[in-house]
């Protein structure tokens, strides 16, 4: 696990983007894996950006949504499928073959869901999953108490979630109650995780994740048993953590530290 320290939201987004970007020049068919909200989109801004300018391209591409609200229509501005289409995809050139989605109407919910994990397998796995991070941390939608080895299934939402969420619905009827989601053992599987957070709100979620006890009751602390998960968050959302000064070091350090390892296999 990593924690990297930036200054505000669109040096997050920099970093994330530059990740990814270094990824795919080592391998093209990178396999992604996309989360919804506010806090990745500066990300879909900055590769929309790449593409733009010819520094990357996203026909060998494949992306998996990580998790989608049950029973909204797909042209429902809140359901994944929409947000990803308008935030990211009708901007680059992925195929839209390459693009996996839970479906928010599934007929029958656990094949469905069954098939979606048989595809990311299909697909060689997910090499870099985007995350954000809820108040109470959870993540894609595994809520408090989700088995830390869950798979992709049906969640109930917690009711602060319903009402973090509330506000991009019109109608308070509208909001969905049950999710579907990639599981805590699904998101786990990745090669790459990185979880991007933003704000004094999601300080204490972030405290609890990175320097807490793993638990169920803060989903996102999973990933400190993952070897490659990166946890790159702003001042803001950092501002609790009590081994920010280490973390900064070992970050402004890192280029020094290889050149050191490297000297030292020599
Ligand atoms: C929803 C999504 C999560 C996201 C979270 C935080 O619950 N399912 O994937 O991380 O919201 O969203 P935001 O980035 O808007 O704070």
């Known amino acids: ?8 939201y669109s040096e997050i987004c920099e970093e994330a983007v530059n990740v990814i970007h270094r990824s795919w020049h080592k391998k093209r068919n990178l396999v992604l894996g996309l989360a919804t909200g506010k806090t990745p989109l500066g990300v879909y801004e900055g590769l929309i950006r790449l593409y733009s300018e010819r520094k990357m ?3 060998d591409v494949s992306a998996f949504s990580l998790d989608e609200y ?17 935030n990211f995809f009708r901007h680059i050139n992925i195929p839209r073959d390459n ?5 928010a109407l599934p007929g029958d919910i656990e094949t469905h869901c069954r098939e979606y994990e048989k595809k990311i397998q299909s697909a060689g796995g997910i090499d870099i999953q985007i995350l954000g991070i ?8 595994n809520e408090p108490s989700s088995s830390l080895s869950s798979r992709t299934r049906v969640k109930t939402l917690t009711q ?7 506000h991009f619905f019109r109608d308070r009827e509208d909001i969905p109650r049950y999710c579907l989601t990639m599981g805590i053992g699904t998101i786990m599987e ?24 793993i638990t169920a009751s803060i989903p996102a602390s999973i990933l ?8 790159i968050i702003d001042a803001e959302a950092a501002s609790q953590l009590t081994q920010r000064k280490y973390y900064e070091w070992v970050y402004d350090h890192k280029d020094k530290v290889d050149a050191f390892l490297a000297n030292k296999k020599k």
């Open 57 to 59: 391209d996203f026909s």
């Open 1 to 8: 696990m990593e924690v990297i320290i930036k200054k505000d």
């Open 70 to 86: 049950l029973g909204l229509p797909e042209d429902h501005p809140q359901s994944f499928a929409f947000y990803m289409q308008h």
């Open 99 to 103: 693009i996996f989605r839970l479906d």
């Open 190 to 213: 990745s090669r790459k995780i990185l979880l991007l957070a933003s704000g004094k709100e999601k300080a204490e979620a972030i405290r609890q994740s990175i320097e807490g006890s």
């Open 224 to 231: 400190q048993l993952h070897p490659q998960a990166k946890f």
């Open 134 to 141: 809820g108040k109470n941390g959870h993540i894609g939608f």
């Open 160 to 166: 602060e979630t319903i009402e973090a969420n509330a």
